[in-house]
C-alpha cells in the first residue's frame, strides 16, 4: 500500500471515530468559551522536528520554571498502552507510520491531563490550608508546556476554542542532520517503533509540511520564542531562558541556577 493509500485509510478511520467516555473530550469547537481562563493558566507551546531537544529542554524549564510537562507524544503513547484502550491500535498505526493523530484524542488527552493536574494542586493547596489552619500564599497562574503540539493549523485552532490561548510558542530550530543523528543514536536504547530511519524521514516530511505553517501562523502573532538548537544543552538552554524571560516568565523561588 502506498503512503497515500495509508494516509487516506488513516483519514477515514479518523473521519469516523468518536471520543469514548473515559477521554471526557473538550467543548466543542463552535463553543467560543475554552475550558481554561489564560488569566489562571499560561500554556506555551514547544515545537521543533524531531529531535530537536523538546523533552530534553522542557525538563530543564519544568525545573527552574515551575511548569507541568505535556507531552503530547508520551499521552499518546500511554493511550495506546491503556488497558481497554478504543483507540491503542489506531494510534499505533499513526505513530508507525508518521501520520497525525486525529485531533480530537490528542486534544482530549491533553486537557484531561491539564485538568487532573489542576485538580491535584487545589487538593494540594486546601490541605496545605488546613495543616497551617490559616490561608496559603497565592501561586501563579498554573503553567504547562506542551511539547510536540499543535502539529497542525487545525489543531492550534481547536485547543485554543476549546481548551485555553496560547501564551507563547517555544521553536527549536535545528538541521535535519543533527536531529537524524539524535535519533538513530535514541532508537539504539528507546524500543519505540519510529526510531528507525524510515519512519524519521517522513516525520521530517510531516514536520516542514504541516507543523511549520503553525509556527508561521504564531509568528505573525508576535507569540513565538525562536532558537537555536544547536550546541551543547546548556547552551541551548541558555538562549531559552533568555527568550521565556523576555516574555515575562520568571523563575520559580528555590529553582537552582544553571
Do not use: W
Amino acid at each position: 500500500m502506498s503512503s497515500q493509500q495509508k494516509t487516506a485509510t488513516a483519514k477515514a478511520t479518523a473521519d469516523s471515530i468518536s471520543i469514548p467516555a473515559e477521554l471526557t473530550p473538550p467543548l466543542s469547537s463552535t463553543n467560543t468559551t475554552p475550558k481554561f481562563s489564560p488569566d489562571a493558566v499560561t500554556v506555551i507551546f514547544v515545537l521543533g522536528g524531531p529531535g530537536s531537544g523538546k523533552g530534553t529542554q522542557s525538563a530543564n524549564l519544568v525545573r527552574d520554571y515551575g511548569f507541568t510537562h505535556l507531552s503530547a507524544g508520551d499521552l499518546l503513547r500511554a493511550e495506546q498502552q491503556r488497558a481497554g484502550s478504543q483507540y491503542g491500535d489506531l494510534i499505533r498505526h499513526h505513530i508507525r507510520e508518521g501520520i497525525i493523530v486525529p485531533m480530537e484524542i490528542t486534544v482530549a488527552l491533553l486537557s484531561n491531563a491539564m485538568s487532573e493536574t489542576l485538580e491535584r494542586a487545589r487538593a494540594e493547596r486546601a490541605q496545605l490550608e488546613q495543616d497551617q489552619q490559616k490561608n496559603s500564599p497565592s501561586s501563579l497562574p498554573a503553567r504547562f508546556l506542551i511539547d510536540g503540539f499543535p502539529r497542525k493549523m487545525d489543531q492550534a485552532t481547536f485547543f485554543e476554542e476549546t481548551v485555553c490561548p496560547s501564551a507563547a510558542t517555544l521553536f527549536l530550530r535545528c538541521p535535519e542532520d543533527v536531529m537524524l543523528d539524535r535519533l538513530l543514536k535514541r532508537g539504539e536504547t528507546s524500543g519505540r517503533d519510529d526510531d528507525n530511519i524510515e519512519s524519521i524521514r517522513k516525520r521530517f516530511r510531516v514536520f516542514e509540511e504541516t507543523s511549520m505553517p503553525v509556527i508561521h501562523h504564531y509568528e505573525k502573532e508576535r507569540k513565538v520564542v525562536s532558537v537555536e538548537a544547536v550546541g551543547t544543552m546548556e547552551e541551548v538552554y541558555a538562549r531559552i531562558r533568555e527568550g521565556v524571560e523576555k516574555r515575562g516568565i520568571t523563575r520559580v523561588k528555590g529553582s537552582g541556577e544553571n
